[in-house]
């Protein structure tokens, strides 16, 4: 038949519970857990069929069941109590930032993003970079932080993962209908659509651009999915890091740059530049642009306005992590684009050039952000070091030890990833706003308050839960494999709840040995097997869907889930995501980890895990290094580097084997008579919980954001720009004098230490230098000399003594005299150097690639 037209027909939104809709989308609700129990109230197994979306929610609920919570009292007296909470949440005067930072009167820290993480039913994630992106988010919204986000919107988000009878995993791609996400289309003023384009290939891009409210925060997407482009740039915004190269490159000039004008087009006009990871760092060129083409600045000037106002934060510890272009794709896309910055090709493939060890060079968006950030970091302790190593080639001349990347330990966001039981529990003890003092180490003392038997009972319960949520999926899972009802009875046997339950989920990276625990199965078979103290496994995680290895990896755990001795022991879990992430945090009774170190740049499910009382059993790598105590979980191995790669997967096996069966396992059975728990046990979960959740969340990493580096780079942009660009202007003139001198510049050494062996403490040693500096002038420099201290010839610690000007000898020859003493006994390695020096410039090392030594 034909129709006249169509019609959709959504339920009405009765008007006791009338603002639903505005609280369905905005994202404050993923961490506010009495919002999600209205929904939850009104129709829970619908509520689960969305997958707790509620956008989708209140188009698919049925007419009488709004009408029916409208008059149920609980619900709308419920409902009153969240809106208020929230409208209070919404107006706060009084946030951490601005009583903290009353004076800054700057513009928003603009922070851009490949991915984020912010709730399973919005998949625009892969994994933990999206979350931490999300957490990020969350955070900064809480604590009142001026932060505006960029992201991509991806068609089809990042896939699903099923895992079939033979165990290897299929990748599942789902286009998304963005009418039932909370995403708002962007409108000008006039109520039109709001789209940004940029210049790919001598073709005009289209994106749209779309909202998401965070809490406090906006996060602004861009979609290129849209008639006006041709069929391939629709294609731009499909995946999250899929495709080849050339669709990197495309994703990345529509992030950094579509990105920019995006911000620009909504009128925004922020201070500081805030590139997580190297995706987005095209964003600094768009910058640039800007200054070149609007503000009338050279390049280099230019440049450094763009860089003074930039912070960089990376996330890989290992080269090949990295993204980088081969100059041709560069010249294809770009080469419309440098001319726009009045640069050269040189000048413009210089800002990211990186010659690789088999001498080829590529356009590197981690030596581009390096380039165009004024601050950067690591993201733990160990990857702030590792960072420091491979940045030093970019460096040039520079130890690690001085490379300028600080470090910035990540967290996770408190309400986000603590179980709705717990939080409940530490409302009762530790009070009401325990959220809001979560860094305050005094508010964890009060976790003693907890007895231990309400402790054990709520993970008892979550322990529950979680194996009740496997045996569901479990189920869904083989009825797809077509089995036979006997045997889907059999799941309701896998997993016992009074047994030691170790989780294990990640992305299915080769380093990061998931079958690890497997090296020894027979070993492996009597830990598990031992039937007064059983032990079983959980694990989940997706593969690249290009990652064959990884893919492997995961079958093989899947094949030994289903032999006889493990059946009902281990189990693979399709599909990890956040939802998935949070029932396993909350509901294993250790959290297993053993990437080979160090290659895990920080790592936060375990921070999830300890949080809700899973302690840690993992490599010291990434956030374990600095988390670790001795009495909140345990180690694996130690700290060392390997490079025999099965001598460490051998030693660390046995480690974990070691550890299970002599401290692990017994610790847990020791049961207290009456209790029916090990108090000691008990000791160790609250140990955990307050060390993990008082440092390792999000609240306090984005004040060491906000003070470390938002801040200073605010400041230091602001310095730069004021007076029509001033100070930009004189210090790249000053820059480019550099530039053009430095390799001309000589040193000659006059003193001679020659003793191999100098007692301590047995006075200075004394160094004179002459410096030839034609065209620099001794103004410009430091001359200095360096003191290394060496344990098997590596540099551990070094410092520098800057040296005196006695007089020109020569012209443009400077006589220098310093000395230095060493006070501890080692070997130490010395020498002298000259670097730059600007009174305008407060930070070390800013400018990459000047330090002098002599030849
Ligand atoms: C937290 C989280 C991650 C990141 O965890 P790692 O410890 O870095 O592996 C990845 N995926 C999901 C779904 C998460 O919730």
């Known amino acids: 038949m034909e129709f006249i037209s169509k019609i959709n027909v959504l339920p009405k939104v009765p008007e006791k519970l009338s603002r639903l809709p505005e609280l369905s989308k905005n994202l404050w609700w993923t961490w506010n857990y009495d919002a999600q129990e209205i929904f939850e109230r009104i129709d829970e197994d619908l509520w689960v069929d969305v997958n707790r979306n509620p956008v989708l929610f209140l188009k698919k609920v049925s007419q009488k069941k709004l009408n029916e919570a409208s008059e149920n009292q609980a619900i709308v007296s419920l409902y009153s109590q969240v809106i208020e909470k929230f409208d209070k949440y919404m107006k706060a005067e009084n946030t951490w930032f601005k009583s903290t930072h009353r004076e800054y009167k700057g513009g928003e820290f603009a922070y851009f993003c490949a991915e984020y993480g912010l709730h399973e039913s919005f998949p625009n994630y892969s994994g933990g970079l999206g979350v931490l992106a999300g957490d990020h988010l969350k955070s900064s919204s809480d604590l009142g932080i001026p932060l505006v986000a960029v992201g991509l919107l991806y068609k089809q988000g990042y896939f699903e993962q099923r895992i079939n009878s033979e165990g290897w995993q299929e990748a599942i791609f789902n286009p998304y209908d963005f009418d039932n996400f909370p995403v708002i289309p962007v409108k000008d003023e006039e109520g039109n659509e709001l789209f940004v384009t940029?210049?790919?290939?001598?073709?005009?891009?289209?994106?749209?651009?779309?909202?998401?409210?965070?809490?406090?925060?906006?996060?602004i997407y861009?979609?290129?999915?849209?008639?006006?482009?041709?069929?391939?740039?629709?294609?731009?915004?499909?995946?999250?890091?899929?495709?080849?190269?050339?669709?990197?490159?495309r994703q990345e000039i529509l992030l950094g740059i579509g990105g920019v004008r995006a911000l620009r087009a909504m009128g925004y006009n922020p201070s500081v530049w805030h590139m997580n990871e190297g995706h987005s760092a095209f964003l600094g060129l768009e910058r640039i642009r800007e200054f070149v083409q609007e503000k009338g600045l050279s390049f280099r000037e230019a440049v450094q306005a763009a860089k003074s106002s930039a912070v960089f934060t990376t996330h890989t510890p290992v080269p090949a992590g990295h993204d980088a272009f081969p100059f041709h794709l560069m010249d294809r896309y770009f080469k419309n684009y440098w001319p726009q910055l009045k640069a050269s090709r040189r000048e413009f493939l210089d800002l990211g050039a990186e010659i690789r060890p088999d001498g080829s060079e590529l356009f590197s968006m981690t030596t581009l952000a390096l380039n165009l950030s004024s601050r950067a970091n690591g993201v733990s302790k160990l990857h702030g070091e590792v960072s420091r190593d491979l940045a030093k080639d970019i460096w040039k001349g520079l130890e690690a030890v001085e490379v300028p990347i600080t470090h910035v330990t990540n967290g996770v966001h408190a309400t986000t990833w603590i179980s709705k039981e717990l939080q409940d529990l530490f409302t009762n003890y530790l009070g009401r706003d325990w959220h809001e003092k979560i860094d305050d180490p005094d508010l964890w003392k009060k976790i003693d308050n907890i007895p231990d038997e309400e402790l054990w009972n709520v993970r008892k319960y979550l322990k529950k839960k979680l194996i009740s949520f496997i045996h569901e999926r479990t189920k869904l899972q083989r009825m797809r494999h077509g089995e036979t009802v006997e045997q889907l009875e059999e799941i309701e046997e896998i997993l016992n709840p009074n047994a030691l339950t170790i989780g294990f989920a990640r992305r299915f990276a080769t380093y990061k040995r998931a079958t690890l625990i497997f090296k020894d199965l027979d070993r492996l078979k009597k830990i598990l097997n031992n039937p007064e103290r059983p032990v079983q496994l959980i694990f989940a995680g997706k593969a690249h869907p290009a990652d064959k290895p990884g893919q492997e990896l995961i079958k093989r755990i899947y094949e030994i889930s289903r032999m006889p001795e493990f059946k009902d022991k281990i189990v693979f879990i399709e599909n990890y995501d956040m939802n998935v992430a949070r029932h396993l945090v909350s509901g294993v009774d250790i959290w297993l980890n053993n990437p080979r170190r160090p290659r895990e740049a920080s790592g936060t499910s375990g921070q999830k895990a300890g949080m809700n009382g899973s302690p840690n059993f993992s490599v010291l790598d990434g956030w374990w290094v600095e988390g670790y105590n001795g009495k909140n979980g345990w180690a694996i191995g130690d700290e060392r580097d390997y490079t025999d790669l099965e001598l460490q997967d051998r030693i660390d096996s046995v480690s974990i084997y070691n550890t299970l069966e002599k401290e692990i396992v017994p610790l847990y059975y020791d049961h207290n008579e009456e209790l029916g728990v090990s108090r000691e046990w008990i000791k160790i979960m609250k140990e955990s919980i307050i060390s993990v959740t008082s440092f390792f969340n999000t609240h306090r990493m984005l004040k060491e954001y906000t003070q470390k580096l938002y801040m200073t780079a605010a400041e230091l942009g602001e310095k730069f720009i004021k007076e029509d660009f001033k100070i930009a202007r004189r210090f790249a003139s000053w820059v480019e004098l550099l530039e053009r001198n430095w390799d001309s510049i000589r040193i000659k050494v006059l003193s001679n230490v020659n003793e191999d062996v100098v007692y301590a403490t047995?006075?200075?040693?004394?160094?004179?230098?002459?410096?030839?500096?034609?065209?620099?002038?001794?103004?410009?420099?430091?001359?200095?000399?360096?003191?290394?201290?060496?344990?098997?010839?590596?540099?551990?610690?070094?410092k520098s003594f800057d040296m005196k000007l006695v007089k020109e000898v020569n012209k443009d020859t400077y006589l220098y005299e310093g000395e230095f003493e060493v006070d501890e006994r080692g070997q130490?390695?010395?020498?002298?150097?000259?670097?730059?020096?600007?009174?305008?410039?407060p930070y070390q090392h800013y400018l990459i690639g000047f330090v002098k030594y002599p030849q």
Do not use: F
């Open 198 to 219: 940029v210049e790919m290939d001598n073709r005009k891009v289209y994106a749209k651009i779309w909202k998401l409210q965070v809490g406090r925060i906006n996060l």
């Open 222 to 249: 861009l979609d290129t999915d849209i008639p006006q482009n041709d069929p391939e740039d629709r294609m731009i915004t499909y995946q999250l890091y899929g495709g080849d190269q050339e669709m990197r490159i």
């Open 762 to 798: 047995e006075g200075k040693i004394e160094v004179k230098a002459e410096v030839y500096l034609p065209g620099i002038g001794p103004d410009s420099i430091l001359t200095q000399i360096v003191l290394a201290k060496l344990e098997d010839n590596k540099v551990i610690s070094l």
């Open 828 to 841: 130490y390695g010395w020498n002298v150097r000259v670097v730059p020096y600007n009174p305008i410039m």
